[in-house]
């Protein structure tokens, strides 16, 4: 393999392997926020032992989450310095504000609220773990603002004859429409993740009637979370899909596999049969449904892949510009199928435990907790479209990604490299898996509590 | 002064919060297998660092995403570069990160053992490797006509970045070794004098030989002066050390950080990173800075949101200002629930 493709292969697994460990970050920092909310509020201990026990959680996936976002930094400099060199002058600036503005105060702050237990006010306390969600969100949008100005770029203009970009408008590229679509589609989807882990652990514990005070509470919102999340995604993923149809047309096409532009074009949910253009075996297909999602019109015109690559190669320069077909097509169906799906279980969960229902099945508990799998897949396939579906180019229609790889780094670097990150990342996939679970397993036992100690005692969390 | 060059300061700032912040959780790290005897001892050790260390790191974040903002070829050159040896930073930033969040989680002696030796690894590799890797920037590294680094790891570790490495690591320990005298009481208290004396006898030599050799062959007279003052502050910081000073110990360690590092990017300038191929190949302030405007919006960015991060991570420290100690472990009780009202919880985590 060449050293393009091994770096490509890099990044992706990092990324993707960084991107399971983000939404739950996200998520669970607010969920755990409004539960110490919610205890300081109601004075319910439930709360208290909601919020002890999704924040072991939290912070098992937290630091998993932090040491492998080093890498993504510092690897567009590793593996992409063509890249680094053609878009610091843009790309750079928001990376560097996510690190001073929101990486700082994130981890500043949870390192409050592991510690600060017994050593702040408990609305002081409260406080922190507000600060570092806010802090976790806000760095979300800093990454997609850069990486949407890697699908859209805005405020910019190209230096002639150096290969070069510079930044004319630093407001542009942070209300970047790309990137004021994507945050909210990003972070209604962690939800989803986080609702997902809520039912499974409580549902586990519900089946064998654990502590049901606070896992069939934690069932409930966890339920209500990924339903109403679920909802959100959609919609904004459907905004996010006609913004794409006019900044991305290729990618709408091939989200479809559609090679020729046409009027009123269906929607197929699956197909049996090559992808490559010609006849295909077997379809389910929805007539009009793609003329509706990428233009608001049933009977509205969809450009196809043979056509807008035409267009590209008049644009661009002879060459080829389109994706992975069958990538594309797939991971937006899953994206999609499972996104939807795990919203729809959890509509039917919550009507299974309404007026404090416990269901009898089995079968209750088994979805609940494989379930779990179905947000995962989809915020998973979700990036893999985003990012293959883009290609050939890491910033559209300005630098491909053949011309975005390090010139000094050999094959063989990159091999070592690969090699350790994806080794490393695995074992710490089951390390941490391992710890979760036998964390979830252990239950949400009663909090003790010292009456007015005099003095804060030094707080001991490692 | 033109922006780039603010830049530059800025980014030496970075590096020296870095060094002073990261420094001292690096040289914890180091020292955990040889002071702690038992695992409520090293938990102690662990503890001190514990609610800082990830604020700490930030610093490198912010250092690499500033120079990426700033000096997008000096970025490009250097990470590409530095290849390998990035890697194995990364590498035991990865696994140190996610020890002091794993090792407490299972209770067995077993377990406790491999995370403490994965911090040791963790924090001795990258305090010796960024040494090695600013020794060799200062030194020059052979860069072709497009920038583009021509070395491999070997060329990296000559003698001079050698003994820049060894300088990093006895000065993180010796920095690591005072924090613990501040930070614990009575045996372990003890025990970090003595580690910050033997600390001391390695790491003078070292820093003044290193210090004494770049001077000759880099210096300028503005950084003679600045390597002076960091040889003094660390011979101070040393002997304030041996006389139980602490709090002064700790000023003397982490001034000398600052001036050597102010050293080191003194010499450099205007250079970012000198070609030792050819110095028509080397990547300047000016050459490798980012345009005009990019500079201006991240410099109201630094100017308005550094001091409310210094302002917030100096409150945490605040915060956890209490000296540490093993007593404070058994005193973990269990008396009944009550409400919010009475929270003085004790945690209930081991």
């Known amino acids: 393999m060449t050293v393009l493709e091994l770096s490509r292969w890099q990044f992706g697994i990092t990324t993707v392997y960084h991107f399971i460990f983000v939404p739950l970050t996200i998520g669970l920092s607010l969920v755990v926020a409004c539960m110490q909310t919610a205890w300081l509020i109601r004075k319910d201990p439930v709360y208290l032992r909601m919020t002890k026990f999704f924040g072991k959680i939290f912070l098992i996936n937290f630091a998993v989450g932090v040491v492998t976002g080093i890498v993504q930094e510092f690897q567009f400099g590793m593996n992409w310095s063509a890249y680094s060199q053609f878009v610091g002058n843009v790309f750079g600036a928001p990376l560097a504000m996510e690190a001073l503005l929101a990486f700082f105060m994130e981890s500043t702050f949870i390192g409050l609220w592991i510690f600060g237990w017994n050593r702040l006010s408990p609305r002081v306390h409260l406080a922190t773990i507000w600060v570092a969600a806010i802090g976790t969100s806000l760095s979300a949008y800093f990454i997609l603002a850069a990486n949407s100005w890697m699908q859209h770029p805005v405020g910019y203009k190209v230096i002639p004859g150096t290969h070069k970009v510079v930044l004319t408008s630093i407001w542009a590229l942070l209300t970047n429409s790309t990137a004021l679509a994507a945050w909210p589609h990003v972070f209604f989807a962690s939800l989803v993740v986080t609702g997902g882990v809520l039912i499974a652990v409580c549902a586990w514990h519900v089946a064998r009637n654990n502590q049901l005070e606070v896992f069939r509470r934690g069932l409930r919102i966890g339920l209500a979370l990924t339903l109403a999340a679920g909802i959100v995604t959609a919609v904004t993923g459907d905004i996010q899909a006609r913004l794409m149809d006019s900044q991305q047309p290729m990618k709408m096409a091939a989200a479809e596999a559609l090679y020729n532009t046409s009027d009123s074009a269906s929607f197929s949910l699956f197909t049996i049969g090559s992808l490559n253009g010609s006849k295909e075996l077997w379809s389910i297909r929805v007539p009009d449904l793609l003329s509706l999602i990428a233009t608001l019109n049933p009977h509205g015109t969809v450009q196809g892949i043979n056509n807008v690559e035409a267009a590209y190669a008049k644009k661009y320069g002879p060459g080829q510009y389109k994706p992975i077909i069958p990538v594309t097509y797939w991971a937006f169906r899953l994206m999609a199928g499972l996104g939807l799906l795990a919203a729809l279980l959890a509509a039917a969960g919550l009507w299974l435990t309404r007026r404090r229902r416990i269901p009898r099945s089995r079968w209750f508990y088994r979805v609940a907790l494989w379930g779990l799998a179905l947000p995962y897949l989809a915020t998973t396939t979700g990036w893999i479209f985003t990012e293959m579906g883009r290609q050939p180019w890491t910033v559209f229609g300005l630098l491909t990604t053949a011309q975005s790889v390090s010139a000094g780094v050999t094959a063989s670097s990159v091999i070592i490299s690969l090699t350790v990150f994806t080794l490393l990342y695995a074992g710490l996939a089951a390390i941490a898996g391992w710890l979760m679970v036998r964390h979830v397993k252990e239950g949400a036992p009663v909090e003790a509590e010292q009456p007015g100690a005099p003095e804060p005692l030094p707080v001991f969390q490692y | ?350």
């Open chain 2, 1 to 350: 002064m033109n922006l780039a060059t603010f830049w530059f300061i800025l980014i030496a700032v970075l590096w020296s919060g870095y060094f002073v912040l990261e420094g001292f959780d690096f040289g914890v790290g180091i020292l955990l297998p040889f002071l702690g005897r038992d695992d409520t001892e090293r938990r102690v050790l662990v503890n001190t660092i514990g609610p800082v260390w990830d604020g700490n790191e930030v610093w490198l974040l912010t250092a690499g995403g500033a120079t990426f903002a700033a000096f997008p070829l000096w970025y490009a050159s250097m990470f590409s570069g530095f290849y390998l040896a990035l890697l194995l930073i990364l590498a035991a930033l990865i696994v140190r990160g996610v020890c002091f969040e794993f090792r407490s989680k299972v209770d067995s002696p077993r377990w406790r053992a491999s995370w403490d030796r994965a911090i040791f690894a963790g924090s001795a590799l990258p305090a010796l490797l960024w040494g090695v890797a600013f020794a060799n920037i200062v030194r020059g590294v052979p860069l072709n006509a497009q920038h583009v680094y021509t070395g491999n790891l070997l060329t990296l570790l000559n003698w001079y970045g050698l003994l820049g490495g060894l300088v990093t690591l006895s000065l993180f320990t010796l920095h690591g070794a005072i924090f613990l005298g501040l930070r614990t009481t009575g045996e372990l208290r003890r025990r970090a004098k003595r580690a910050a004396t033997g600390t001391a006898l390695a790491a003078v030599p070292l820093a003044a030989i290193f210090l004494a050799v770049t001077q000759v062959s880099h210096g300028k007279p503005a950084t003679d002066v600045t390597a002076a003052l960091a040889a003094v502050a660390l011979i101070g910081g040393a002997a304030a050390a041996l006389r139980g000073r602490e709090g002064w110990a700790f000023v003397g360690t982490a001034l000398t950080l600052v001036l050597a590092v102010a050293t080191l990017f003194g010499d450099l300038w205007p250079n970012v990173f000198p070609s030792s191929t050819s110095a028509a190949y080397s990547l300047t302030v000016n050459n490798a800075s980012s345009a005009h405007y990019t500079l201006v919006v991240m410099s109201w960015v630094a100017v308005i949101f550094t001091p409310v991060v210094l302002a917030y991570q100096g409150w945490s420290y605040w915060v956890f200002r209490q000296r540490l100690s093993p007593s404070d472990i058994g005193s973990k009780q269990t008396p009944p629930v009550s409400g919010p009202d009475t929270m003085k919880s004790v945690g209930g985590r081991s």
